[in-house]
């Protein structure tokens, strides 16, 4: 199996289990809780992915949902830092062998729990399709008991980036208002559309002087993404910029926490509660909470 094989290829591996049919599965086995799977990706980077996951999982959290974060920067994450952890074990261990998955799972504020991604370790944005679906094997195993799984993506096109995005139910794309990042969105979704068949995302637009900015951005990448990709985009909703997030990143603690009242913050409680909207699929017990729809689609495509 090739180290960049893209990972829906991989899953039809697996979806010989008698599980794999929807329907039938649902039929045969008792449900179980399901888990809300949620990436949140971008073409460009340092647009504000991992404030975003950390301060909507932190509300989530508060709010009294089981969430857990998965750092998907396998080789330069950096939760922790933004969080002000410290933790001894990270993901690398588990890839490794060393540690088993729920060993390194750290509680973050609001009691959300994290699992951090090393920092500085190149060979992990290199896994082998072997490595990827034993991870996420690995961390379906936790899914049970965690109503929301937010993935905070490295960002980019890289299939080491994209195999983890696509194995969760909703990927949610973020820009900026800086045409670089917008362009970098549209390249983004063009290698979810054309290379892993992801014909609907969700848009956040971070960073913006207003609202209609937000909505501005949202109809010239749907345009075009409607026009050439063939994809529908859901305007998400938008984060204000702030000031007050230097002085957070600084003092290592998310915005939510730190300054509930400040604009960003209230941006932040705004996707959190579209965040806890979003529908739940039922799952039979046999299920994986991740990859359901490619294990689906797979079927669905051999028909
Ligand atoms: N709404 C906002 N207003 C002002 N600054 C912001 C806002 N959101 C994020 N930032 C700042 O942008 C910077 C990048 O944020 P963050 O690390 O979350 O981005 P990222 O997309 O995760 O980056 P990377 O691609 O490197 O992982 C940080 O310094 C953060 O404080
Ligand atoms: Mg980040």
């Keep these: ?33 399901a888990t809300r799977a949620i990436s949140i990706t971008s073409g460009k980077g340092g647009v504000g992915k991992t404030n975003i996951v950390a301060n909507i999982g932190y509300e989530l959290s508060r709010s009294g949902q089981e969430v857990l ?10 939760l922790d830092i933004l969080l002000g952890l410290a933790p001894k074990y990270n993901l690398s261990h588990v890839i490794t062998g060393e540690k088993r998955i729920g060993d390194v799972v750290v509680e973050g504020p609001g009691r959300m729990k994290i699992l951090p991604a090393a920092s500085g370790i190149q060979e992990l944005t290199q896994l082998s399709g072997d490595q990827k679906i034993g991870m996420l094997y690995a961390l379906d195993q936790l899914l049970d008991s965690v109503d929301i799984l937010l993935i905070d993506s490295a960002a980019g096109i890289s299939p080491n980036v994209l195999d983890f995005s696509v194995s ?62 063939d994809i529908d985009v859901d305007y998400f909703g938008c984060v204000p910029r702030d000031d007050i997030m230097t002085t957070c990143v600084k003092q290592q603690r998310i915005v939510s926490q730190a300054f509930p009242e400040s604009t960003a913050a209230r941006g932040f409680r705004n996707l959190a509660r579209k965040t806890g ?27």
């Design 168 to 229: 969760a139910h909703e990927t949610m794309v973020v820009v900026t208002p800086e045409p670089t990042s917008i362009t970098d969105a549209y390249a983004l979704m063009k290698v979810l559309a054309l290379k892993y068949d992801e014909k609907r995302c969700r848009l956040i637009v971070n960073q913006v002087s207003n609202e209609n900015e937000g909505r501005d951005i949202f109809r010239q990448l749907n345009i075009v993404a409607q026009k050439f990709l």
């Design 1 to 33: 199996m090739s180290a960049m094989q893209p990972m829906n290829k991989v899953i039809s591996l697996n979806s010989r289990r008698p599980a794999a049919d929807p329907s039938r599965g649902r039929a045969l086995h008792a449900t179980r809780a």
């Design 277 to 303: 909207a979003l529908p739940a699929q039922a799952l039979s017990s046999t299920d994986s909470h991740l990859l359901w729809n490619h294990i689906t689609r797979e079927d669905l495509s051999w028909k």
């Design 69 to 78: 974060i998965l750092d998907a920067d396998l080789g330069l994450g950096n």
